[in-house]
């Protein structure tokens, strides 16, 4: 009998701890849960005031990933924008700096510029003209080719023809106010019986498709010009005289 209850002693001693065990463990898991449930729900509101901020401050809705698209995509436009103003600041394919631009510059008529003549300095008697074409436009064109001289009346003169090798390696343009030239042989030098004294001459300009209509007359400095026309040639348009290129 004495045994019997002090098993049964035992026993109830092991239910009962077995059961402070078990509350104690919930009661842990319990209070582990709401921890952890606190803590993420702290770093959940954290993360989420400074998006939440970011996107009031763009302007843009409540949706996060719609609010990040437009965000994205006004500073792409914002980037592109600047990108396009530096290089039409700084000329890069605007007519203004030149370039691809220039090149869209219309050829040059009668109208845009004023065309006068002078005697090659150093020359006694005169063997060169340099004819100078200003423009006097308001706006940049293109001299295209060379000048297309007549030494006397238009039907009957003689065609002046161009010497190749002052031919310029890019298209002239001038812009307003600015001038061109072409270098011009008129005579061998001292006196022959074919020279004829003019004291004004026709320039005529090309245009794209050929010979522009009408031409312009010039008149010759004072004295006139003595022109032999079987040795008259004439230099391609040119921004600036060169050596070599422009001496014949």
Known sequence: MRNH???TVLAAAAVAALSLGLTACGGGDGTGTKDEGAAT???????????????????????????QGSG?????????TDQTAAKTAGGGSGASGGGSGKSSAPACTHG???????????ETPTEHVVLTAKNISGHSC???QYPLIAFGPVQTAKDIPAVAKS??????????????????RIADGGVH???????SFTVNLFAPDGPAEGSVEVKAPAGGLAVDEAVAKTGYWTPELRNGADEF
């Open 72 to 80: 994205g995509s006004g500073a792409a436009k914002g980037g592109t």
């Open 112 to 122: 845009d510029v004023r065309i006068t003549v002078e005697k090659a300095a150093g």
């Open 41 to 67: 729900s702290s770093q959940t509101s954290t993360a989420v005031r400074p998006d939440a901020t970011s996107r009031t401050g763009a302007g843009s809705g409540t949706d996060a990933s719609g609010s």
């Open 193 to 199: 019986e074919d020279n004829k004294v003019v004291t």
């Open 167 to 184: 031919k310029p390696p890019v298209p002239v343009i001038v812009a307003p106010g600015g001038p061109a030239y072409a270098n011009v």
């Open 142 to 144: 293109r001299l295209l």
């Open 5 to 7: 209850r002090k098993h």
